[in-house]
Nanobody, 119 residues
Framework: QVQFVESGGGLVQPGGSLRLSCATS????????MAWFRQAPGKQRELVAI???????MYYADVGGRFIISRDNAKNTVFLQMNSLKPEDTAVYYC?????????????WGQGTQVTVSS
């Protein structure tokens, strides 16, 4: 059974930083892409960032230049460094994985970690 366990969220002031972590288990060695999503209150879950293998990255939802996704394959962990946080970044953040582009994301989702950006 695939499991995702997100951590590292919290309350931070605008302009601050947080580093999220996602520990995974049960993923096959063929997993090529890992990603972070977020869901704000009353909104649909949206894709934030993807990392392909260990060094190719893509960013969405207006986070480029502020967020950095990275991955430690040895520890089956993916990270999201979030800088220059804005109130609109407030959401529950989730990680997920899939074998390759175009294939669906894993059906299992973790509990997520709450990020609140407020003064």
């Amino acid at each position: 059974q695939v499991q995702f366990v997100e951590s590292g969220g919290g309350l931070v002031q605008p302009g601050g930083s947080l580093r999220l972590s996602c520990a995974t288990s049960g993923l096959s060695n063929s997993i090529n892409q890992m990603a972070w999503f977020r869901q704000a209150p009353g909104k649909q879950r949206e894709l934030v960032a993807i990392i392909i293998n260990t060094d190719s990255t893509m960013y969405y939802a207006d986070v480029g230049g502020r967020f950095i996704i990275s991955r430690d394959n040895a520890k089956n962990t993916v990270f999201l460094q979030m800088n220059s946080l804005k109130p609109e970044d407030t959401a529950v953040y989730y990680c997920n994985a899939r074998p390759a582009a175009g294939l669906p994301w894993n059906l299992n989702w973790g509990q997520g970690t709450q990020v609140t950006v407020s003064s």
